[in-house]
């Protein structure tokens, strides 16, 4: 027999706070709507997962485990049956060392917020209600996910290459997902839960004020649609998408488009909700893992040329730096404070026909398509950020045709085969 359980609590930050994202320093101002943890609770006779969203752009993988392991104490559930989900606002703070603006180090806020990560996965756990799962996906209504990597006419590949330069643009890179993916915990005697899947990068609003974007209006309006329903979201592959449609017309920033992002979401949620199957929940797996990937050394002699230029930058001095360039400087500018190697997390949870895939760090799309190809069996959600963060995770041709996240990225171009190797061989297991 499943049970499930649902529960929220506010964790907006103080004012002051540094908000990482951007390469230059930014400190919160004020609040647009409140940053939250989300958690969701399955449970049956042979094992419980916990998966908790948050709005924050990272937790990195020390800290992950360190919260992990808080939870596990608190409620008994095993450690690798947890999934940390972290959504990536570019509106909120961040969690652990950030290589390019001020660190968090605020212990008072820290420490209240590890303490509400344990709080809320208890409260899920005391909200455990016998339950059914049915599942759905649907296209919204229109694109709301773009791949913001262009070929050129050039034959280079870039970035976010700016309005005025699309009629260069020969193509983009590859397809962005459009899918909206529900799974629905249907309960007697309590309000049913909806867990959301999307998959774009939420920075919508920019600026300095703190904003859960695009995922908290998900959130806020599936609830005020379906009035006996909690929702939670889980952002999936967003390494290589933004929200900007280049050769549209319409506005693409600002707090009004990510109200209509959500808008749009919601619609299909809503679109689909009594149209869900159900599914069976025999059997509970979880895992995670690490790989060890390489570092890239590449251009270690240019350490000094690039030091200087990443404090220039900063500084406002050289406004007409490429994406790429400033990649690139940021990337070897912390080639001496790298380790050789560095992890990347892997987590797989499975509760019957449902498959919770993550990814510690920004995946691109490719990454999410094959894990679901080798489970076609399953309904798969992707998760980005998931129990730990390595920054952007491109796929092997990404770093051949370079760009913003190739360049940016620590990694050697190994990357995709090493982490999609141990991906699919814990599907096997799976």
């Not at 290459?161 to 993916?181: E, F, I, L, W």
């Not at 006996?228 to 600002?254: E, M, P, R, Y």
């Not at 500018?333 to 892997?346: E, F, G, K, Q, T």
């Amino acid at each position: 027999m499943l049970k499930a359980g649902f529960a929220r609590v506010d964790i907006t930050p103080p004012l002051g706070l540094p908000m990482a994202g951007y390469f230059r320093e930014r400190f919160s101002k004020g609040v647009l709507d409140p940053m939250e943890l989300n958690a969701l609770a399955l449970s049956t006779e042979e094992g419980t997962i916990l998966i908790v969203a948050a709005d924050l752009l990272t937790v990195k993988t020390p800290e992950c485990h360190e919260i992990r392991t808080l939870i596990s104490q608190r409620t008994g559930v095993p450690a690798d049956h947890i999934l940390l989900a972290v959504l990536h606002q570019h509106t909120t703070v961040f969690v652990g060392d950030w290589d390019v603006t001020t660190p968090l180090t605020d212990e008072a806020y820290l420490s209240v917020l590890y303490r509400k990560f344990a709080d809320v996965a208890q409260m899920a756990m005391d909200d455990l209600q016998e339950a059914t799962m049915h599942v759905a996906e649907r296209e919204t209504a229109k694109p709301l996910s773009f791949v913001r990597r262009f070929l050129m006419e050039d034959g280079t590949y870039r970035t976010n290459p700016g309005r005025k330069n699309k009629d260069k643009v020969v193509r983009p890179a590859s397809d962005a997902d459009n899918t909206v993916r529900l799974v629905r915990f249907r309960r007697e005697g309590a309000k049913d839960i909806a867990l959301v899947n999307f998959s774009t990068h939420p920075d919508v609003i920019g600026g300095e004020l703190y904003s859960a974007d695009w995922p908290g209006f998900v959130r806020r309006y599936v609830e005020a649609d379906l009035t006996n329903v909690s929702c939670l979201l889980v952002n999936g592959a967003q390494g290589d998408t933004n929200h900007i449609d280049l050769f549209g017309d319409g506005s693409t920033k600002g707090y009004e488009h990510s109200a209509y992002m959500g808008r749009m979401i919601a619609d299909a949620v809503l679109a689909m909700f009594d149209q869900t199957r159900p599914c069976h929940t025999d059997g509970v797996f979880a895992k995670v893992d690490t790989v060890y990937v390489k570092s890239n050394t590449e251009g270690e002699e240019r350490y000094e040329e690039c030091v200087a230029q990443k404090k220039a930058y900063e500084r406002g001095e050289l406004p007409h730096l490429t994406m790429e360039q400033l990649a690139e400087t940021r990337r070897i500018s912390n080639l001496r404070a790298l380790p050789l190697y560095h992890p990347v997390v892997i987590t797989v949870l499975s509760l019957g026909e449902l498959a919770l895939v993550g990814f510690g760090g920004e995946p691109f799309t490719d990454y999410a398509n094959r894990a679901r190809a080798a489970l076609p069996h399953k309904f798969t959600v992707a998760a980005c950020c998931a129990n730990g963060y390595a920054g952007y995770l491109p796929t092997g041709l990404a770093f051949q045709q370079g760009g913003y996240e190739a360049k940016n990225s620590p990694f050697v171009p190994e990357l995709e085969e090493l982490v999609m190797g141990k991906t699919l061989e814990i599907l096997k297991e799976l």
